[in-house]
């Protein structure tokens, strides 16, 4: 069986692989192939009746409320007990308010624009089960475990974000900033006279603007890797 996933309910990222097995089982049991976005017409050479398969009507075009096809809808909350009254009161808008929403945008903002908290259930089935599969007293909840916090990454640029002047106030307000550059500038001067530059890194950094062609990618990156390192020294002072 060949198909795809995301005419029915769009990206899933880490959850496709669930989320197409789903599909397929619940193709199985009901014998019949969910809608497809933009299709009008079947394939003559699909010989669905041939195979006793029922393929579902026309999907929808963006802006209808038709409820054809196969549909996932995610629901979490930060405890169990807030997740059953989300799930309760989820099911009752679908029952009544919820008959003329738009799908499509309902299962964007549900799916997609939503925050996701550590406990989380989900339906899967036709429009019309929605309701009642959120409101049951078998409604299968999940705990994820909390996820750790996240080490402070620093990402350095090469070059690009340059610009006359543009460690002007470190220099002049923080002492541990402005040595660092002093020592980077010794050790650019002591280079080989074709290697060395010809200006100060003190002076690049703080000159006016204009004065100096910072896009040259000799001036560029030297300015943008010294402002980098007196950067990390400043903040690990």
């Known amino acids: ?105 309902f299962l964007y903002t549900i799916n997609i624009c939503r925050s996701r908290f550590a406990f989380r259930s989900f339906v899967v089935g036709e429009w019309d089960s929605l309701a009642t599969g959120f409101n049951t007293p078998d409604l299968e909840i999940e705990e994820l475990n909390s996820p750790k916090p996240q080490a402070l990454t620093f990402i350095f640029t090469g070059q690009g974000a340059q610009w006359n002047g543009m460690a002007r106030e470190l220099l002049r307000n923080f002492a541990v900033f402005a040595d660092c550059i002093s020592r980077l500038d010794m050790i650019l001067q002591a280079l080989p006279p074709d290697s060395a530059p010809s200006r100060t890194l003190d002076y690049l950094l703080s000159c006016a603007e204009g004065a100096e062609k910072t896009n040259d990618a000799r001036i560029s990156q030297t300015a943008c890797t010294a402002v980098q390192i007196a950067l990390v020294n400043l903040l690990r002072y």
Not at 61 to 81: H, I, M, P
Not at 90 to 105: A, Y
């Open 1 to 105: 069986m060949i198909g795809g996933l995301k005419p029915s309910i769009g990206h899933s990222e880490g959850a496709s692989g669930i989320s197409s097995l789903l599909k397929v089982i619940i193709r199985l049991e009901n014998r019949t192939i969910p809608a497809t976005i933009g299709i009008t017409e079947i394939n003559p050479a699909i010989k669905h009746r041939e195979w006793n398969v029922e393929i579902n009507g026309v999907s929808t075009n963006r802006g209808s409320t038709k409820r054809s096809g196969t549909v996932l809808v995610v629901c979490s909350a930060k405890s169990r007990q807030s997740l059953v009254q989300s799930a309760k009161s989820l099911s009752k808008w679908i029952s009544n308010p919820g008959q003329n929403t738009n799908v499509e945008d």
